[in-house]
């Protein structure tokens, strides 16, 4: 006699969140000023506006872009924001930062947008292992969402979980 094997994992009610599902797609790129200043340490205003006007800026069409200088120049505000007036037509998001700090800030973003009313009252996972690198804080940000609509929420795989939370039984 052969026993059928049952999926229990498959018919749980349990519904897993993967945030690499809502991965934002397109290139992360840095662009790093210091080469637009004189000697990499000082802003001249006038030549760094040529090479702002003089720089092609339609190549991060659709791409993430951090911005930042590696050198240890004092740069005014309005140079980043002249450098993100002229991305604004082609980036899909422009940062003053790092790229982790773009990630973030993506995650931010996508988790925002989540709506969370089919969620109410389920037995949740939020799935913690993934090919692509999602910052700790998204998870934060995703299970602080959660925890007021959810009956529980867990981490990691469905046949290995942590529990995070599970909501207080009604007192009647």
Not at 27 to 33: C, E, L, P, Q, S
Not at 66 to 85: H, M, N, R, V
Request: contains cysteine; proline residues 4%.
């Amino acid at each position: 006699m052969s026993k059928d094997i049952i999926n229990k994992v498959a018919s749980s009610k349990l519904i897993t969140i993967d945030l690499e599902d809502y991965y934002p797609q397109g290139n992360r790129i840095v662009i790093d000023i210091k080469e637009w200043l004189f000697e990499e340490i000082i802003l001249k205003e006038k030549e760094f506006r040529v090479s702002i006007n003089e720089h092609n800026w339609s190549q991060y069409q659709d791409d993430f872009v951090a911005l930042t200088c590696s050198s240890d120049a004092i740069i005014p505000s309005w140079a980043y924001l002249l450098i993100a007036t002229s991305l604004a037509p082609f980036a899909k998001k422009t940062i003053v930062g790092n790229l982790s700090e773009l990630e973030t800030l993506l995650f931010q973003d996508v988790i925002s947008e989540i709506s969370v009313s089919e969620y109410k009252d389920k037995l949740l996972i939020i799935k913690g292992c993934s090919e692509k690198e999602i910052p700790e804080t998204a998870y934060v940000q995703l299970v602080s969402k959660l925890v007021p609509v959810a009956k529980s929420v867990m981490y990691g795989e469905a046949c290995s979980t942590v529990p995070l939370y599970k909501a207080p039984k009604n007192q009647s």
